[in-house]
């Protein structure tokens, strides 16, 4: 048993991927207050439709903060 390092062989290109990742309620929620702050329009992607998140944007609405869904898993917050 050979206790030296294991080498790794260098790729022969660079990877250049995206990888979309689920969305999550914590992010979502934080972005919707960004938004609900900034002036003028925002509009959010990636949005988690979740108990939570559904009421965050009741709450900015009970406060006067309009929330539309303008595409799948898009917001746009004014």
């Not at 062989?9 to 900034?38: D, E, Q």
């Amino acid at each position: 048993m050979s206790s030296g390092p294991i080498l790794i062989p260098r790729l022969p290109a660079s990877i250049h991927r995206t990888w979309p990742i689920p969305g999550s309620k914590s992010i979502t929620n934080r972005a919707l207050v960004l938004a609900a702050l900034a002036d003028g329009e925002t509009v959010l992607d990636n949005v988690l439709a979740s108990d939570d998140t559904g009421h965050m944007r009741r709450c900015l609405e009970a406060i006067g903060i309009q929330t539309r869904d303008t595409g799948p898993g898009e917001v746009t917050v004014i």
